[in-house]
T-cell receptor, first 109, second 117 residues
């Protein structure tokens, strides 16, 4: 089983829409999680850290369900600049972060 | 003031050549990494160094040799370049581990796009 599973998309949504990405993880020892965004031909950038039940930062909300080993990212009022690939990354202690392919989002005018 | 800087940004070279990529971080982090992102878009860990010591060496051909002269620098030297080495190589640093308060992830450099022809 893969360490992280995400719907690769692409998700094509109009500006102003609300969109949610789901992520399931296999390692129940994962202590916390990161959501990264990666723009085309750029480096991944940290969007949000999650280590309790969830986190909220402006239009972005992450929710963690440890019992189901599931984490989600909700983006409200989508902007064109939100178009990117979103990567869910579990953290399990001193091992390097393992990145999946992520979910591609395209926000359309 | 760039936190993690890599040079060069682009590198085009012929098969069989030897090349180096340099990485420096000014964040005071203890751990640095090299990741490879190929055309399939997976970011794969290659090496991890903690305070100049190699702690992770994934299944990478021994043509790839990392060197860390101090904890702020992690360079990657590649011998006898092959077509399959074409990819984007990202350097990253972190302060994860003991005492981590949950706020920090990895900070990545902007990547080195290597094309072997």
């Amino acid at each position: 089983r893969k360490e992280v599973e995400q719907d690769p998309g692409p998700f094509n949504v109009p500006e102003g829409a609300t969109v949610a990405f789901n992520c399931t993880y296999s390692n129940s020892a994962s202590q916390s999680f990161f959501w990264y965004r990666q723009d085309c031909r750029k480096e991944p950038k940290l969007l949000m850290s999650v280590y309790s039940s969830g986190n909220e930062d402006g239009r972005f909300t992450a929710q963690l369900n440890r019992a189901s080993q599931y984490i989600s990212l909700l983006i409200r009022d989508s902007k064109l600049s939100d178009s990117a690939t979103y990567l869910c990354v579990p953290y399990s202690g001193n091992t390097p972060l393992v990145f999946g392919k992520g979910t591609r989002l395209s926000v359309i005018a | 003031d760039t936190a993690v800087s890599q040079t060069p940004k682009y590198l085009v070279t012929q098969m069989g050549n030897d090349k180096s990529i340099k990485c420096e971080q000014n964040l005071g982090h203890d751990t640095m990494y090299w990741y490879k992102q190929d055309s399939k878009k997976f970011l794969k860990i290659m090496f991890s160094y903690n305070n100049k010591e190699l702690i992770i060496n994934e299944t990478v051909p021994n043509r790839f040799s990392p060197k860390s002269p101090d904890k702020a620098h992690l360079n990657l030297h590649i011998n006898s370049l092959e077509l399959g080495d074409s990819a984007v190589y990202f350097c990253a640093s972190s302060q994860l581990g003991a005492g981590w308060n949950g706020d920090y992830g990895y900070t990545f450099g902007s990547g080195t796009r290597l094309t072997v022809v």
